[in-house]
């Protein structure tokens, strides 16, 4: 989901929705979906990544082929390749930019954007100024940095971050007026990297 803007997964089949509307099914199977802002985003079983304008559900964007898995959110997409290379897709556009080799996964937050090497190193590039790189920085970089290492899986949303180290320790970090990142910098922000819970494990990607 991207604020009201959400999608899901049925036996295969690929749903699409706003609000409280029906969930209107879209005529292509899906191995994953994802939303943005204005941008609705299906992966096939083949690995082709599609792009749709604004609820045009029939006329499908090919965007790229030989996808493993992607991460969609409010700037665009980060697209994981068959050679684990990562590419970014700016929102409304149709060419792919390439960014790293040799990554496991990625995340598309509300203004900054997180991939993970397969090694463990994260790295993080956009807003920070509610702490979203988790080191203490609070100006924002046009180019990814790294800002964690022995990192297993991240996850980003509205202003926050929440990692997996492979220790099995669930990190948070960003806007935490509400909490999502734990009780470290409640009421504002945890501008560095904290724990919230331990002993978890995410699903395989592999």
Same mark, same amino acid.
């Given at each position: 989901a991207y604020y009201?803007?959400?999608?899901?997964?049925?036996?295969?089949?690929?749903?699409?929705?706003? #609000?409280?509307e029906l969930? /209107?099914?879209?005529?292509?199977?899906a191995k994953q979906v994802g939303v943005g802002d204005d941008s609705n985003y299906l992966l096939t079983d083949e690995g082709i990544l599609f792009h749709f304008d604004n609820d045009n559900f029939n006329k499908p964007r090919l965007?790229?082929?030989?996808?493993?898995?992607?991460?969609?959110?409010d700037t665009g997409a980060l697209a994981i390749d068959s050679s684990n290379t990562l590419w970014w897709i700016a929102s409304g556009s149709r060419t792919a930019q390439r960014i790293a080799e040799d990554v496991k996964t990625a995340a598309v937050g509300d203004g900054a954007n997180y991939y993970v090497t397969r090694s #463990?190193?994260?790295?993080? /590039?956009?807003k920070a100024h509610r702490g979203q790189?988790?080191?203490?920085?609070?100006?924002?970089?046009?180019?990814?940095?790294?800002?964690?290492?022995?990192?297993?899986?991240?996850?980003?949303?509205?202003?926050?971050?929440i990692l997996l180290k492979t220790s099995g320790d669930v990190l948070g970090t960003g806007g935490n007026i509400y909490g999502p990142v734990g009780k470290h910098g409640l009421g504002d922000k945890a501008i560095r990297w904290s724990k919230i819970?331990?002993?978890?494990?995410?699903?395989?990607?592999?």
């Open positions: 009201d803007r959400q999608m899901a997964i049925i036996d295969g089949n690929a749903y699409a929705w706003r #609000g409280d969930p /209107k099914k879209i005529p292509y199977k965007l790229a082929k030989e996808i493993l898995r992607f991460a969609a959110g #463990g190193n994260l790295y993080v /590039k956009g790189y988790g080191d203490g920085r609070l100006e924002r970089t046009n180019h990814f940095v790294q800002t964690a290492n022995d990192v297993a899986y991240i996850t980003a949303h509205t202003g926050h971050a819970v331990g002993g978890a494990k995410a699903r395989s990607e592999e």
